[in-house]
């Protein structure tokens, strides 16, 4: 390539070769440029908005800051400086950036919308709101309405917010985001009507994620259990690893009595996360519902070392420990049942069912005497007397 040496020369064609996306190139002629003419703003602000697409955003906002030391009339490098510190998190930089740009221009609707978004991230939400607003005021588009849309569901401005997201759609009824965000604002609020607008997400984005995964919890929630769990399915092609799906889709299985799906999911959930114990106590329940009374044992002692304070994983072991006719250990894991929950009918029946096989009259007694809060003694006195007033009454005593 011959040499130039003209500056303003070497920025144009530092410029196709950006545009032909050899940004190796062209950095190499804006650098070039500056070398001959450090002075030259277009090629800093040239370089920094190549290097920026590289991801090279510290580099990038030097280049920018002497774009803008050197001219401060330049208002696409405060933009393209505020557009890189964003990107790096400096979200508090971003907002002075854009706010340099809105001073000069308040016609520039993308410097709303920039400044909205980092003001969200600062925790702005009053100040976002106003931004989308001012925005969507030079530029109604279903992007500003969702984002304005979104801040007014934070705020609960509730009503002010479905507004948005339909005024959205009304502007582009193929917004994926627009559909997705009213089904979660509406399943927020309760609304039926979120299925199909996830629906909606879903199909002009199939492998959207929360679409899937929001309506799965949806469908589940009105005992919708297979398509649930086809959504819960679907979300996990995306994400094979995510263990509060895998946790919904194991208790969707559940509802269809899926034992080995349940055993199947909590596994996985188990092989990501070794120390869940609802993972431990759901696995131990479907292998005794299968027939595997070891296997589940032996989940649900480990789901009680790590959670001892659970009564009913101390009942599902004691169920299993008596399928085993394991009658001690079982007798034990009542006892502690019962200990932290001593309310529960259920555990004192249990238990005399246990006592009664141990030839345990006493104990039998006691828990029965539990369940009916008083002594039998006195139900039995109680019972008698009843029977020989009524024979007093009809003569017959």
Request: aromatic content about 6%.
């Amino acid at each position: 390539m011959p040499a130039v040496d003209d500056p303003k020369a070497l920025v144009n064609r530092g410029n196709d070769h950006a545009r032909r996306g050899d940004a190796e190139q062209a950095i190499a002629d804006y650098s070039e440029a500056i070398r001959l003419d450090p002075s030259l703003a277009s090629a800093w602000l040239n370089r920094g908005i190549t290097r920026a697409g590289r991801k090279d955003f510290p580099e990038a906002i030097a280049d920018f800051t002497k774009a803008v030391e050197l001219d401060p009339k330049r208002l696409d490098a405060w933009h393209q400086r505020g557009n890189a510190r964003a990107a790096t998190g400096d979200h508090a930089g971003a907002i002075e950036d854009y706010g340099e740009v809105l001073r000069a221009d308040p016609n520039r609707a993308q410097a709303w919308v920039n400044r909205g978004l980092s003001r969200v991230r600062e925790g702005d939400l009053e100040g976002a709101s106003d931004d989308f607003t001012q925005a969507i005021r030079l530029k109604p588009d279903a992007r500003s309405l969702v984002n304005r849309g979104q801040v007014r569901a934070q705020l609960r401005q509730d009503d002010d917010a479905l507004a948005d997201f339909e005024e959205a759609l009304r502007h582009d009824g193929e917004n994926v985001r627009a559909w997705y965000f009213r089904g979660h604002f509406r399943m927020k609020k309760g609304d039926a009507g979120a299925i199909e607008d996830f629906g909606e997400a879903i199909k002009r984005q199939p492998s959207h994620f929360e679409a899937h995964w929001n309506r799965g919890l949806l469908l589940a929630q009105y005992e919708r259990i297979d398509e649930a769990i086809a959504d819960f399915t679907a979300a996990l092609q995306g994400r094979p690893k995510d263990t509060r799906v895998l946790m919904h889709r194991a208790l969707a299985r559940q509802a269809k009595s899926d034992v080995d799906g349940v055993i199947d999911d909590m596994g996985a959930i188990l092989a990501l996360d070794t120390g869940c114990v609802e993972a431990y106590h759901g696995r131990g329940r479907a292998r005794f519902e299968k027939g595997d009374v070891d296997g589940a044992i032996d989940d649900l002692t480990e789901a009680i070392r790590r959670y001892p304070w659970s009564a009913e994983m101390h009942a599902d072991r004691a169920a299993a420990r008596t399928r085993k006719k394991d009658l001690a250990g079982a007798l034990q894991d009542y006892d502690e049942a019962i200990r932290i929950d001593p309310r529960n009918n259920e555990y004192y029946a249990a238990r005399s069912v246990i006592q009664s096989e141990r030839g345990d009259k006493a104990g039998v007694e006691k828990d029965l005497e539990k369940m009916l809060g008083v002594s039998l003694r006195a139900k039995v006195e109680e019972a008698i007397r009843d029977i020989m007033a009524k024979r007093i009454a009809d003569g017959t005593a």
